[in-house]
């Protein structure tokens, strides 16, 4: 008598079918499972600073880059540095070699021309005026040159010149010498020295 064929599912043949099945599920699963994405971090800003002095500024310069091959720059310049200069109204003292200190007052005009009232009498006027010219060199040096009438019984004119520093915005010193010619045709030549505080 023949055996009767086996018809469940329990048979190999059938195992190994329901085997391959679930191995090519597995597979294509694992193929089409997707994969964790890369995390690109872009490089850290870099900023770098360069300073720049020359004589009369400081420029300071930024670089900023953000990303390979580009780059910000920012540029700041510093307020020039400031000559002082004598252009305005001094308070000054005169000392000359002969004579006591007397006060009167300088005018500096942007022109490069000078006025100086000096010895101012009882009613307050100066007792005389002079004029002159001007000029300002490197680190506040002052040259200036005016003339005056002499007063006194001995009549003349003063030639005046001095050379100076500018030791602030409103302050300056300064010493030369003044030539006397009189009237009476007698010269004489005598040193001077002037100090001016800026009142305007």
């Given at each position: 008598m023949r055996k009767k064929q086996s018809t469940t599912m329990g048979g190999p043949t059938a195992r190994r079918a329901v085997g391959?099945?679930?191995?090519?599920?597995?597979?294509?699963?694992a193929v089409a499972a997707p994969q964790p994405a890369l995390a690109l971090t872009a490089d850290p800003t870099a900023t770098t600073t360069k300073s720049v002095t020359t004589k009369s500024a400081t420029t300071t310069e930024s670089v900023t880059a953000t990303t390979p091959g580009t780059a910000?720059?920012?540029?700041?310049?510093a307020t020039a540095t400031t000559v002082p200069s004598p252009v305005g109204t001094w308070s000054v003292?005169?000392?000359?070699?002969?004579?006591?200190?007397?006060?009167?007052?300088?005018?500096?005009?942007?022109?490069?021309?000078?006025?100086?009232?000096?010895?101012?009498?009882?009613?307050?006027?100066?007792?005389?005026?002079?004029?002159g010219e001007w000029h300002s060199g490197y680190g506040g040096t002052l040259h200036y040159e005016f003339t005056h009438p002499l007063p006194?019984?001995?009549?003349g004119t003063a030639y005046v010149e001095l050379?100076?520093?500018?030791t602030s915005s409103t302050g300056f010193s300064a010493c030369g010498l003044t030539k006397r010619v009189y009237d009476d045709g007698?010269?004489?030549?005598?040193?001077i020295v002037m100090t001016g505080t800026k009142t305007a």
């Amino acid at each position: 008598m023949r055996k009767k064929q086996s018809t469940t599912m329990g048979g190999p043949t059938a195992r190994r079918a329901v085997g391959v099945a679930l191995a090519a599920g597995f597979l294509t699963l694992a193929v089409a499972a997707p994969q964790p994405a890369l995390a690109l971090t872009a490089d850290p800003t870099a900023t770098t600073t360069k300073s720049v002095t020359t004589k009369s500024a400081t420029t300071t310069e930024s670089v900023t880059a953000t990303t390979p091959g580009t780059a910000t720059t920012a540029t700041t310049a510093a307020t020039a540095t400031t000559v002082p200069s004598p252009v305005g109204t001094w308070s000054v003292t005169t000392q000359e070699s002969d004579h006591p200190a007397s006060t009167g007052t300088l005018f500096f005009y942007a022109d490069h021309t000078l006025r100086l009232e000096a010895h101012p009498g009882p009613d307050g006027k100066p007792v005389f005026i002079g004029t002159g010219e001007w000029h300002s060199g490197y680190g506040g040096t002052l040259h200036y040159e005016f003339t005056h009438p002499l007063p006194g019984t001995r009549t003349g004119t003063a030639y005046v010149e001095l050379d100076g520093v500018l030791t602030s915005s409103t302050g300056f010193s300064a010493c030369g010498l003044t030539k006397r010619v009189y009237d009476d045709g007698g010269t004489e030549t005598v040193t001077i020295v002037m100090t001016g505080t800026k009142t305007a």
